[in-house]
């Protein structure tokens, strides 16, 4: 069976059925239906389009054009969002189906339709009919020409109702990719927590010194790109995130990953209040992360006790300075720069600050301060 999708019709408000009802005029009348047959389809498709309404919520009418026995016909596929059709009154001594209206029901659809289907749950329903004229004419290509121009001179007569129609699909169009985001969003989430997880599982079951090391800079990275997700999804602001928030995160992970060995050091964040974009929200907290990792691994060597204090001043408009600093060893004399280093961490530090087109400075004189400022945001 051909069939050839022709307009949409909304279904929300008693306005929608006068919309309804002219389209349903306009594509018998190309289809050719007598006046009696014409009269019995229209009233056949409000009833359908009434029962959406008022017992489906919000419904859509789809018109097409359609055959049936190879012979030219007007398809009415109408769906909602109601709580379903109770089976018994889909039988045919049932009781009565519709409460308004022409109080035709579902029944008396039923009998003028030439093909009647329902498919209903705790879902929705959705009913496909079709509706043919005793004379059909025969099948041809040019019918649905016939009938798109048929409709396009109905909404030039009514612009207004045609330009309501196609923003109400813009706005479900819209809301269903939210929708969508959203869903995504949340599996993001859950799957970057169940990441961080195993990385501590793998982490508390590995015997090898090098493997923990590995795993635990693994978990600070990966827990910065999962508090990052968090804070988008939180926000208020679309693409904003809370940095001082999320560096909090940051601290917080590294001091659980790093804990338990002799080493007891803390870190102390001071960040003022910034919403950045959430691009650059996250590879701040990614280069703090490294070099918070850093401090933990070479700061501190021989000692049992130490300090990190990560601090981040500015606005966006006018530039944000970023300063990780440690009381520790430092830089020997014949130390070869560190910011020069080969190893992943300074390598995405570098990449990270070539990125945002930002300076990076290195001292190591008393204990190892660095210096990153990040120009003024667009």
Known sequence: ????????VTLEKSADVARLREVAMTLTSVLQFGPFERTRTVTAVVELGRNAIE??????????????NDKPALG?????Q?????KENLEPDGPPTSSAGMGLGLRGVQRIATRFDVETGHEGTQIDAAFQ???????????????TEALNELSAKDPTAALSEQNRELSEGIADRDLLMQEL????GNNLALIVALIRMSKSQAVQEETQQVLTELEVRVGSLAKAHELMQRGTNAGKVDLSEMLDEVARTSQRAFSGGALDASIEVSCEALQLDSKLAIDIGLIIGELITN????????RDKGLIRVEVTGEPEHGIALVVSDNGVGLPADAGRPERSNSLGWRMIRTLTFQHDATLTVDGADGLRVHIRFPAQA
């Open 1 to 8: 069976m051909k069939t050839a999708k022709l307009i949409t």
């Open 76 to 80: 009415l596929r109408v769906t909602d």
């Open 55 to 68: 017992h489906g919520q919000k419904g859509r009418a789809t018109f097409s054009l359609t055959e049936v």
């Open 133 to 147: 004229p005793s004379g059909s004419l025969p099948a041809s290509p040019r019918l649905f020409d016939q009938a």
């Open 185 to 188: 969003h949340h599996r993001t």
């Open 295 to 302: 401090a933990f691994k070479y700061a501190f060597v021989g």
């Open 82 to 86: 109601g709580r379903g059709i109770p």
